[in-house]
Every structure is written in C-alpha cells, then in structure tokens.
C-alpha cells in the first residue's frame, strides 16, 4: 500500500471513529489507538506534503447536528497542538514564561457580554460556526448575569458537568439503556437542548480560560493578569499557574496527583505563553495557535498475561467481554480487570488466553488496553449467555453502509434473569405505571431479597415491610411513601398497562393506537390474530406478530391475570375531533408555539395521529420551522417526497 493510499485508509478510520465516540457514544477504538493513527497521519502529511480534505489534522469540531440557531464565530476557535512529552514541552517554552492550567472535558462555549449584561453563548461548532445556547447559558450554575465591566467582553471557557452531578442524574434514571455514559457526552447534549429548563436541573458548570476581546483594560501583556481578572468580574476560571522551564515539572507532577481526586473531568493540561504580545507575534498555522500547547497525560504502561475474558450480562441481553489479566501496579494502584467495550474491539486486538498484552489507564483513571504483542486471536466468543444458557447472537449496527459497524453480543433469550431488572425499571417508569420512588438500586435489591419475581409482587410488598424497613437508605416515612406511590399506580389508564407490560416494540404512542382501535377492551386485544393488528395505521407485520406471541404466552397471561386484580382502568376522555386519524408527523427542530415537543405529541395523539422518531417511507409530514435546514431529517424527507410543513401550517391542518 502506498502511501497515498495508506493516508485515505487512516483518514476514514479516524473520521468513524470520531463519530461514533461523540455523535453515538460507541467506542471502537482506545485513545491510544486514536492518538497513534493520528500521529501517523500527521506524520505521512509532512513527507508528502498531501492533506486531504476531510482530514482530521484540519478540520476543528465535529460537525453541527442540533436545530439550533447557527451563528459565526467573529474569532475562528482553533484546535491546540500537543504532545505528552514533559521534555518537549518544556523545550517548547524555552526561555518564555507560561500559564499552565486544567484541560477540562466538557463543551467549550463562547460568552459575549456588553453594558455588563450576558448578550450572547455560542457553543464552539465546527470552529467556524457554532450553536447559539444564550438560554441555556443563562441557567449555567455559576454564569454572571451582570458583570462590572461595561464594554464588550469576549470570553472562552468550558462547560462541564461534574462527576457528582453525572452520578446524582445517573441515579435517578431506572433503566440501565438509558443511563449516560459519561460527563462529556450528558454536558453536550445538555448544553444544547431545546429546552433551558432541562439545563437548569443538570448543574452545568462554567469555567473560562481565555479571554479574547476587551475593550479599553490594561492587562499588562500578561495572560495570567487576564484570568485573575476575568476572575474579579464574577466568573469561575480554570486553576492556573505561572511556570518557568525550570519549574514546570514540579507542576505537572501536583496537576498529576489531583486526578484521582478531581470532581470534574479532565483529560489534561494547556499552557499558554505569558507573554500576550509576543504570543500574538507568534500568528498561527492552519489549525493550531502557535502561543499555547496542550498536554496529554503520556499513559504508563505495563506488561502483563492475559488470563481470561469474562462476559457480563447487561439487563438489556447486550454481553460485555472484560479482560482479567496478571496484576500491575499503573499510577499508583494495582489492576487487574479493563473494559474490552464490544466484540469489535475484542476482534481488533486479537486477543487469546495467555497473550502478553499492554496495558494502561486512559486519562490516568481507567483501565484499557493498549495492544496485544501475541495476537494469538484464539479468544472463543460464547454460544451462549453466561446468566441463562440461552442462545446468543452478534449484532453488528451502522448508520452508514460504507463504514464498520460495531459488533456487540446479544443474549437471544427474552426471559433471560439478567433482564428482569430493566422490565420492572420499565414497569415503575413515569410513561407507564409511574410508581415514583423505585429507583433501579431499590428494585435491584427488592429482587435480590425475593421480594419481587413477578409484577404483581410490587403490590404486596407491605407483606415485607419489616425487612424494608430495616434497609440501608429506608426507614418507616421511605416505606410509607413508596407504599402511597404504588397505591396510587393502581388507578391507571390501559394504555399506560400497555406500555408497561414490555411488550415488544409497543412504546407509549403504539399502545395507545392499539387501545384505541380495540376500543379500551383488554379481552379482544388479548384474542386478536396477526391480521388484526396489521390492520391498524402504523402497525407492520412484525411488531403485529410480537404482539400477538405475546398474548400468547401462558405465562404473560398469568401476569395480566393477577395484575388485573390490583388494578382498575380509567376511560381516556377524549372530545376532540380526530381530524388527524391515520396521519403519522415527525417533529424536530425548536417551537414556538409549544413548550416542547411533548406537548405538540400530545396534542397530535388526541386529534388521532401518531408521532414518531424518524422520517420514513410511512411518514405523511415532517414538522419542522426550519423548512429550507439542511438537516438529515429534512434531506430524508425531501427524497421521500414527504411534506414539510412550519408549525404555523400544522395549526392551519387542525
């Protein structure tokens, strides 16, 4: 292979893995793996003087996927170069002085401020153009709404969410699926919702770290200065320090042992030259400023055998592969276990019992590994699931045919133990039976006590209330309101039982489709055959056929049986004219008209139509106020032929 030919094959490589880590929160490759493509990238460029175009090494930023007003940048954001080299660092500052500060991961965001007031948050986009977020900025937990300073204020900084907050939300969310994966990815999403009030509930944190227009201060040619006094208008500001050549080891080494004990995400250092006018002097190249550096952990590795691979069986059938292998000590603690993620990776690093493998911790924290120096690729993948016995399968997903999917193992055995938990999280949850106050960690330990197998148990749990009680985290007033929520659970919709039952591929929209055709009637819903239920706008033959194996199934009717007993169905009203009936929408983009999207579902149900997720071929109108957007939703739509209309046309329609 050429290296021409070499350079397209990395560029695609690097690209699909951006795009999985930060667009689908898929991990296909470790960091290390990325930076070493990166590097020989970068590398194959300088020798022969060939950038292509989508290469990562010049493009800033992913690119904009939200529906939110898209602004330019007056001052183009740029990537920073870096190294993980202490030496080179150092002989990068030479005889100048620096500020050396946090690398924080989160989402960087650009405030303006004039006449002392917040006008303006841009988030950083593609460097060029980002997403204005001025209404979520202004519920950041520790944004100033007004600051001293009266002229205009150009600042950047990073929005994070802390790993205390990440673990409060996280904790509230029952199902298993729908838990974030990490800070930097909940930040993102939060930073650029539709919808402020849901910003304000995450904690967002802003933290500045440059300032870039000032009109009419003294800063004294000193970036340090800046930062001191972006601090005395009010704004919270990374921790920084001014360093020497001589002295910037021993700062490194303190930034390195705080890691452990951060409560905000890191994934290194930057330092930035003092001096500002002779880091202005400096210009900068096409992607990088030459008067700052960013520094990467250099991850410490060590060598070790592999013993053996476990699988681990999610809640939702996905298995998981973890390595165990011979204990090292890396920065400063012993391991012994690393996340393998999916089967693809399993596959790429060619793993075998008794392989020698490398391994470290990415970002100095979590345990990974590096690569494989055996590659006996003889690691068997299991036939069957660990839990249950069942029969598993590969499943391997992509968006886009021309790139690699990523292959994860699946437990085919839809009684498999390991997801009873997530049924009763699904169970409990607020669109179905909403009984407020089972978390997953209550459920989880209600199950481990045999206090629940089925899901009529919940509504004898008072048989246990002595052992409930006594709990860690309970006590009588806990036990008394978890016992008052699933009282009141017991007057319900049908369509809330619907939904709650599992069924498969019958979500809250599906299943009031379906009370609604069988007109509230459990009985003939239960007795219906496949053609029944096809004959029903929306509903396809597969998920006709899951529904129907579901009635079928003698257990499943047991539990309908006894769960009828405990509860009793309440008459849906609804006056409104059906003047949508058999009519499916598609909703994306910001409203004006309503508070969220939400509210235009509901409203869209109770005139007889159906709301779903995505635009296909059974899709009769796109509502989206950004007709002329480019967006993939609107691109779908207009090869489909199918109608876009603004809200102001869908309140015309009914």
């Known amino acids: 292979m050429n290296k021409v030919e070499r350079m397209k094959e990395l560029v695609d490589l690097l690209n699909d893995a951006s795009r999985k880590y930060y667009q689908e929160d898929t991990e296909i490759m470790s960091n290390l793996e990325y930076d070493r493509l990166y590097d020989e990238l970068r590398l194959l460029e300088e020798e022969t003087n060939i950038t292509l175009s989508n290469s990562p090494t010049i493009r800033v930023g992913y690119e904009i996927l939200s529906e939110l007003p898209k602004e330019q940048h007056e001052h183009a954001m740029l990537s920073l170069d870096k190294t993980k080299d202490k030496e080179a660092l150092a002989a990068w500052l030479g005889s100048q002085k620096g500020v050396l500060s946090w690398k924080l991961d989160g989402l960087t965001v650009v405030l303006i401020y004039e006449n002392g007031m917040l006008q303006k948050a841009v988030t950083r986009g593609n460097g060029e153009v980002g997403e204005v977020i001025t209404n979520n900025a202004r519920v950041f937990n520790n944004i100033p709404h007004t600051i001293p300073y009266k002229g205009k204020l150009t600042i950047r900084g990073e929005a994070v969410i802390k790993y205390s907050d990440f673990n409060r939300i996280n904790a509230k969310i029952a199902e298993t699926d729908a838990k974030y994966k990490n800070p930097r990815n909940l930040c993102s999403g939060t930073v650029r919702q539709l919808n402020n009030q849901i910003t304000r509930e995450r904690d967002v944190h802003f933290f500045a770290f440059n300032l870039v227009d000032g009109e009419d201060v003294d800063f004294k040619n000193s970036f340090f200065y800046q930062l001191e006094w972006l601090k005395s208008q009010g704004f919270d500001v990374v921790e920084h320090y001014i360093v020497s050549r001589d002295t910037i080891f021993s700062y490194i080494r303190m930034f390195s042992e705080k890691i452990g004990e951060n409560d905000f995400p890191s994934d290194g250092l930057v330092l930035v030259l003092e001096d500002l006018e002779y880091g202005r002097s400096l210009g900068r190249t096409a992607k990088f400023p030459r008067d700052s550096m960013a520094f990467k952990w250099a991850d410490e590795e060590a060598l070790t055998h592999l013993l053996d691979i476990e699988w681990s069986a999610s809640r939702t059938g996905l298995i998981n592969p973890v390595a165990i292998f ?22 790429s690093l060619a793993l075998g019992i008794g392989d020698e493998i490398a391994v470290y911790k990415a970002n100095m924290i979590i345990p990974q590994i590096a690569r494989n120096l055996t590659c006996s690729g003889t690691a068997n993948i299991p036939e069957t699931c660990p839990v249950c016995g069942g029969a598993t399968e590969i499943r391997c997903e992509s968006e886009k045919k021309e790139l690699s999917g990523v292959e994860t193992l699946y437990c085919t055995n839809e009684y498999c133990p390991a997801k009873k938990l997530k049924s009763f999280s699904h169970f409990v949850s607020r669109n179905a039976m909403n009984i407020d106050g089972l978390s997953e960690q209550t459920l989880d330990k209600f199950i481990d006590a045999g206090f629940l197998n089925e899901f009529y148990d919940l509504y004898h749990l008072e048989r246990y209330r002595e052992q409930i009680v ?22 319900t919709t049908l369509a809330r039982f619907i939904h709650a039952l599992g069924i498969p591929n019958i979500g809250e929209a599906n299943a009031k489709l379906i009370c609604r055709y069988f007109k509230n009637q459990l009985a003939p819903m239960m007795q219906a055959e496949v053609a029944d239920y096809e004959s029903i706008d929306g509903i396809g033959t597969v998920i006709a056929e899951g529904i129907v194996r579901y009635f079928h199934n003698e257990a499943n009717c047991d539990t309908i049986e ?11 009203e609804n006056t409104d004219e059906q003047v949508l009936e058999g009519k499916v ?16 579902k509901k409203l869209i149900e109770k005139k007889g139509g159906k709301v779903t997720g995505s635009v296909s071929a059974k899709t009769d109108y796109l509502i989206n106020n950004d007709i002329l957007s480019s967006s993939s939703k609107n691109q779908k739509a207009k090869s489909l032929n199918i109608p876009i209309i603004s809200e102001d046309e869908f309140m015309e329609m009914i």
């Open 562 to 572: 006894k769960l009828k007993k405990e509860l009793s169905f309440e008459e849906e």
């Open 326 to 347: 011979e204990p090292v000590e890396l920065e400063g603690t012993t391991v012994s276990r690393a996340s393998i993620h999916n089967v693809s990776i399993l596959k």
């Open 585 to 600: 929408f598609v909703v994306t983009g910001s409203l004006k008209h309503f508070t969220n999207r939400e509210d235009l």
């Open 470 to 491: 006594a709990m860690e985290g309970f006590g009588e007033k806990s036990y008394q309101n978890m016992m008052q929520a699933v009282n009141r659970s017991r007057k």
